[in-house]
């Protein structure tokens, strides 16, 4: 499963929409995550592999985010 996330940082609007987005993806085996992350008009990419226990910490941490 591949998925794109387009990151602003600065954004928590942004952050929120990528939580609600997380909550609708069915979680196993391992995800390919491509984060797009825009700053001050240059895009970066980053690529990652993400075992099933960094995805787990991951949204451990978007959970913690207010809604």
């Known amino acids: 499963m591949i998925i794109l996330i387009l990151l602003r940082p600065k954004l928590l609007s942004q952050c929120l929409a990528v939580k609600s987005v997380l909550r609708k993806i069915s979680l196993g085996g391992l995800l390919r995550i491509s984060v797009d992350a825009f700053d001050k008009g240059q ?17 451990g941490y978007i959970k913690a985010l207010p809604v």
């Open 43 to 59: 895009a970066y990419k980053d690529r990652m592999e993400v075992s099933k226990k960094n995805v787990d910490v991951f949204m």
